[in-house]
Nanobody
C-alpha cells in the first residue's frame, strides 16, 4: 500500500510559478510510474504530466508543455511538478498518482494510488 501526500499548492497571480511536491511512503517507489492529474470544478480529472520509474522518460498534456516540468527523486521518494507561466485555466485541485507499470499512462483508471490533492488557484 502506497501513501501519497501532496504539498505546495496555493494562490498565485497569472504568469507566476508554483512547485508542487508529492511524498510517497509505504511501498517501493521505483516500482511505480508517477503522474500529476488535475481537476477543475465541473470538469473531469485530467492528466497533466507523468514520469517513468527511472525518471528517464516524461510525458505532458499539450496544455502544459513548455510550462510545467515533472521531476522525481528515487532516493527521497518524491515527485515534483514545477509550474511556470501559470494561467487562470490552470486553476484546479492537483493530484499525485502512482501506477504499477513501466508506461506513462494518461488514463486515470490505470493508476493504483492517489493523494488527497492540493489546490492551485491562479488569479488573473
Amino acid at each position: 500500500q502506497v501513501q501519497l501526500v501532496e504539498s505546495g499548492g496555493g494562490l498565485v497571480q497569472a504568469g507566476g510559478s508554483l512547485r508542487l511536491s508529492c511524498a510517497a511512503s509505504g511501498g517501493t517507489f521505483i516500482a511505480y510510474a508517477m503522474a500529476w492529474f488535475r481537476q477543475a470544478p465541473g470538469k473531469e480529472r485530467e492528466f497533466v504530466a507523468g514520469v517513468s520509474r527511472a525518471g528517464d522518460r516524461t510525458r505532458y498534456a499539450d496544455s502544459v508543455k513548455g510550462r510545467f516540468t515533472i521531476y522525481r527523486d528515487n532516493v527521497k521518494n518524491t515527485v515534483d511538478l514545477q509550474m511556470n507561466s501559470l494561467k487562470p485555466e490552470d486553476t484546479a485541485v492537483y493530484y499525485c498518482a502512482a501506477d504499477r507499470t513501466q508506461w506513462i499512462v494518461v488514463g486515470r483508471a490505470a493508476y493504483d494510488y492517489w493523494g488527497q490533492g492540493t489546490q492551485v488557484t491562479v488569479s488573473s
